[in-house]
């Protein structure tokens, strides 16, 4: 028995690379895809820390965060619970916006950037510049990242 015999070689198919077999697997494959969707990730997770800044009075807040807490605290100073519900509403669904992001779910980048679109048109009305900005700069990094799924869609085949 030689060494030869105790080895096996990969058939050439065996180390050809294999076709995702849905989008989300196709999505986890994409360069760049991944950091692209967790934008709204990052958008839930700054708007939560404006809000917990907001009740401590600390005066500071992210640029990166929703504009829909910060006027929902102002329109309703006098009854923080509501305020609390719109914020969790608006916390949560970005949460679960990026969770279906990263999943490849066409309607969950729409969604989600046509409600952060529409929350720095807010920080617009207001002359909240920084802001507007790093909105502008999100919504390219999540464009980015979808246009970059699209293509690997087409090129694949997967719908």
């Given at each position: 028995m030689t060494d030869s015999t105790l080895t096996t070689t990969p058939s050439a198919a065996a180390m050809a690379p294999t076709m995702p077999a849905n989008v989300e697997e196709l999505?986890?494959?994409v360069p760049g895809f991944q950091r692209g969707a967790r934008?709204?990730?990052?958008i839930a997770g700054l708007s939560a820390?404006?809000?917990a800044c907001d009740l401590g009075h600390a005066g500071i807040n992210f640029v990166l965060g929703l504009a829909f807490t910060q006027l929902a605290h102002a329109v309703f100073q006098s009854n923080v619970a509501v305020a609390l519900f719109i914020d969790a509403l608006f916390i949560g669904g970005f949460y679960?916006?990026?969770l279906q992001a990263q999943k490849g779910r066409t309607w969950a980048f729409a969604l989600g950037a046509l409600l952060y679109l529409?929350?720095?048109l807010l920080y617009l009305k207001f002359?909240?510049?920084l802001s507007v900005a790093?909105?502008?700069f999100a919504l390219f990094q999540i464009g980015k990242a979808f246009m970059s799924l699209q293509a690997a869609r087409k090129?694949?085949?997967l719908r």
């Open positions: 999505a986890r494959l934008w709204f990730w990052w820390v404006n809000v679960l916006i990026g529409c929350d720095g002359e909240a510049w790093f909105h502008a090129a694949t085949g």
